[in-house]
DNA sequence: CATAACATGTTATAACATAACACTATTAGT
DNA sequence: ACTAATAGTGTTATGTTATAACATGTTATG
C-alpha cells in the first residue's frame, strides 16, 4: 500500500516520506526497541506515541493532553509531559522549540541531531537530516567546547502555502 | 582599555570577545542604526538594551522585567516583550530557545543566523557564527522551501565547568 | 493644530511546564 | 511466593512564560 514518492507538486520535503508504512514501521520499531532495551512500552507511552505519530505533526503537550483524555486517559499535564521526555530521552520524540511542541521521531536509524524545517503559515513540520539539508555539523565541535546536543529549526514558508497566497 | 585576548585557559569562544568595547560600542552601534532606520531609541529601548548588553548573558523576560522595575520603568510582561520583540526584528537582541531566554548580539554585522554556543552547567551562551563553528548554512536552502529564519543552538558542556567537575 | 502612527501603561488571562507527594504495578532477590 | 526496591501513573497545586485587549501618552506629518 505504497505511495508514491514521485510526481507531486508539493514541497518535497514534506511529502517524500510514506506515513502509512511510517505510522506501523514505527510502531513496530518502538515496540522492538523497547523490548531490546527491556523498557516498558506501557499503554500510556504508546497512546502518547500513537497521537503523535498518527498525524505526524507537532502537538502541544495539551493538545496531547486533550488527546489522552478522549481516549480515556488522565490528562493532568505532568501525564504528557513525562512520557514525552521519556519518549524523548530515547529519540522517539523530539520538541520543536520554535512551537512549544512534539513531534514523532520521524529518523528510523534516531539521529541524535535532527534538524526541522518549519512553515510558518501551515506549521507543517519536516525533519531532515544534514546531509538532506545541506546543514553541515561534521566541524560542529567547537574548540575547548563539547558539543551534546544541537537544536536546528528552519522557518519559512513552504512552497505549498507561498502559491496558495502572497505573503 | 582593551582586553588581551590570548593567553586565556578558559573556554575561547566564551571570552574572545572584549566586553568593555562591546558596550560601549553596541550603544552607538544602535543609536546609528536607529537614527539611519528613522526609529525611536527611546529611554526604554535603550535600557532594555543596556540591561542585556551589560551582562551579556542571557536573561529571562522577567528578569528583565525586575531591572526595569529597579530602575524606576514600568514592569508588566508586555513592556518587556514588546521591546524584545522590536530589538529582535532588528537584530539587536535574539532568543535562545533551549533557555527561554534573550540576549544581546554581540555580532557587529547582525548577520540574521546566529548560532549558539551554550554551557548547561554555567548557562553562558557564547554567538558564533557559520565560519567559527564549523557549521555550514551554505547550502541549506532546501528544496522547494524557503528558509527565512534559523535558530541554532549547541548545548554541552565548556572547558571551564567540565574541568570544575567530572559530570 | 489636527490627526495618524507609534510607543507605553495596565489588567487580565492564556499557554506552557514542574514540584511534591500518593498510590499502583512491575521486577529482582531470597 | 514474599517482600523490598524500582518504575510508572495519578492528583493537586503552583510556577513560569507569553499574549490579548484596551487605555493613555507621545511624536511625526500634512
Known amino acids: 500500500m505504497k505511495k508514491k514518492r514521485e510526481g507531486k507538486t508539493t514541497s518535497k520535503i514534506f511529502d517524500d516520506h510514506d506515513h502509512g508504512m511510517c505510522f506501523d514501521d514505527a510502531i513496530e520499531q518502538i515496540e522492538n526497541y523497547f523490548l531490546k532495551k527491556n523498557l516498558q512500552f506501557t499503554p500510556l507511552r504508546r497512546k502518547v ?9 507537532p502537538l502541544g503537550a495539551y493538545e496531547i493532553l486533550e488527546a489522552l483524555g478522549r481516549d480515556g486517559f488522565s490528562s493532568s499535564p505532568p501525564i504528557a509531559y513525562r512520557v514525552l521526555d521519556f519518549l524523548m530521552e530515547h529519540g522517539f520524540v523530539h520538541k520543536i522549540q520554535g512551537l512549544n511542541a512534539f513531534i514523532a521521531c520521524s529518523n528510523p536509524n534516531h539521529s541524535h541531531s535532527p534538524a ?8 507543517k513540520v519536516a525533519e531532515v537530516d544534514e546531509k538532506k539539508s545541506g546543514i553541515s ?3 560542529a565541535n567547537i574548540e575547548n567546547f563539547e558539543v551534546e546536543k544541537t537544536t536546528v529549526e528552519m522557518t519559512g514558508v513552504c512552497t505549498t502555502c507561498s502559491r496558495a497566497a502572497t505573503i
Chains 1, 2 share one sequence.
Not at 503523535?52 to 505533526?57: A, F, G, P, S
Not at 518549519?118 to 506549521?123: L, S
Open 116 to 123: 526541522f524545517v518549519i512553515c510558518r503559515k501551515c506549521e
Open 49 to 57: 506515541f500513537e497521537i503523535l505519530i498518527r498525524d505526524h505533526k
Open 137 to 139: 555539523f561534521a566541524s
